[in-house]
């Protein structure tokens, strides 16, 4: 079953092993499939500013999207992406 992760104009959707990422102000979609996905986050003034694209090299990502997220919209985004990173590093669970 998929899960969503909504915020601001976009939805995140976690259909199994692929993730894929929707903005209601363009046609185009980005699409990962768990295996060649990263994610960074670091602090920014009260919230985070977050990064998730395809893993580059030992630990840069390539494209992808950047987002400055509230720190409600941050631990949302967190207990969505955790399923997502299970299957990342666990590929035989779920």
């Known amino acids: 079953m998929a899960t969503e992760f909504a915020f601001d104009e976009q939805i995140l959707v976690l259909d199994g092993r692929v993730l894929e990422i929707f903005h209601s102000g363009t046609e185009e979609t980005l699409r990962y499939h768990v295996a060649f996905l990263r994610i960074s986050a670091t602090p920014s003034g ?7 694209g395809r893993a580059y090299g030992a630990d840069d990502i390539s494209g992808g999207r950047r987002w400055k997220m509230t720190a409600e919209q941050f631990d949302g985004f967190q207990r969505f992406i955790a399923d997502a990173i299970a299957a990342r590093d666990h590929p035989t669970a779920g």
Do not use: H
Request: glycine share 28%; charged share 30%.
């Open 46 to 52: 009260g919230g985070y500013k977050v990064r998730l």
